[in-house]
């Protein structure tokens, strides 16, 4: 397993496969299978995958801990990148194929109509998080720093999972799991933090740990 994560190859593999929802998208709409209300469609299946971005990314480090492997943290900027591409797919699409640009418009739902309002928190959010991304931002910000602002990911998380429960009327049995997922997330990392305090409860330490 190790083997394929780190060959030079896996990052090109991940990339496609993060591209297939759009993908996807692009191919349904050249062969009329964007349904009867192609926008509707389309600001669906670009929140859908929005969240669920957010959510592998959250993943990463858990997964490298509990699954001992480490290496999977080369692939955590690249998935918190898509959350960020697919929530400016998501938005684009509110902005351009729903309000036409009325800024006015946007601006009056982003303050009356709270669903709107948590989700466009939950992407605010993520803009920071794109743009410090990099090494070099880390460099400057710290090591500390940079993971403390990190930490808006989960702040993302949530708004984005209230943003959803709030716009479904009835189907309310996913927006609750993913917030299950974020909540459950969160205390994983909640327990690692007093684990890892002095007289906390004994872990078997994981070699160069270097992400968060
Ligand atoms: C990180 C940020 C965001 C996430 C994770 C997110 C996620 C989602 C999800 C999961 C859905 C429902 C998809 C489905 O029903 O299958 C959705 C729908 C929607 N989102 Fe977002 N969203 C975000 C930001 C925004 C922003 C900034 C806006 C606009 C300002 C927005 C406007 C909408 C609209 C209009 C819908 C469709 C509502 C309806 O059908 O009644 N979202 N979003």
């Not at 509110?94 to 418009?105: G, H, M, R, T, V």
């Not at 943003?163 to 909640?190: E, I, N, Q, T």
Request: hydrophobic share 50%; proline share 4%; net charge positive.
């Amino acid at each position: 397993m190790r083997k394929l994560l780190i060959s030079k190859w896996s990052k090109t593999g991940v990339f496609l496969l993060c591209l297939l929802p759009l993908a996807s998208l692009v191919w349904r709409g050249l062969h009329h299978g964007l349904t009867a209300n192609p926008i509707e469609f389309i600001t669906h299946a670009t929140g859908d995958w929005t969240l669920r971005f957010i959510v592998f990314t959250l993943c990463i480090t858990p997964f490298r801990k509990l699954l001992t492997l480490p290496d999977l943290i080369r692939f955590r900027r690249m998935l918190g990148l898509f959350a960020f591409f697919y929530g400016c797919l998501h938005f684009t699409t509110y902005i351009w194929l729903d309000k036409f640009f009325d800024l006015k418009e946007v601006w009056k739902d982003i303050a009356k109509r709270p669903y709107i309002t948590v989700g466009f928190l939950a992407f605010v959010l993520l803009i920071p998080l794109a743009i410090t991304s990099t090494a070099g931002w880390i460099r400057l910000l710290g090591g500390r720093r940079w993971q403390l602002l990190h930490r808006a990911i989960y702040i993302s998380a949530a708004a984005g999972t209230v943003h959803y429960y709030w716009l479904v009327k009835s189907a309310v049995l996913r927006p609750l799991a993913y917030g299950a997922f974020v909540a459950a997330l969160l205390l994983w990392r909640w327990f690692e933090k007093i684990r890892a305090r002095p007289g906390g409860i004994k872990a078997t330490p994981l070699k160069s740990q270097a992400g968060i």
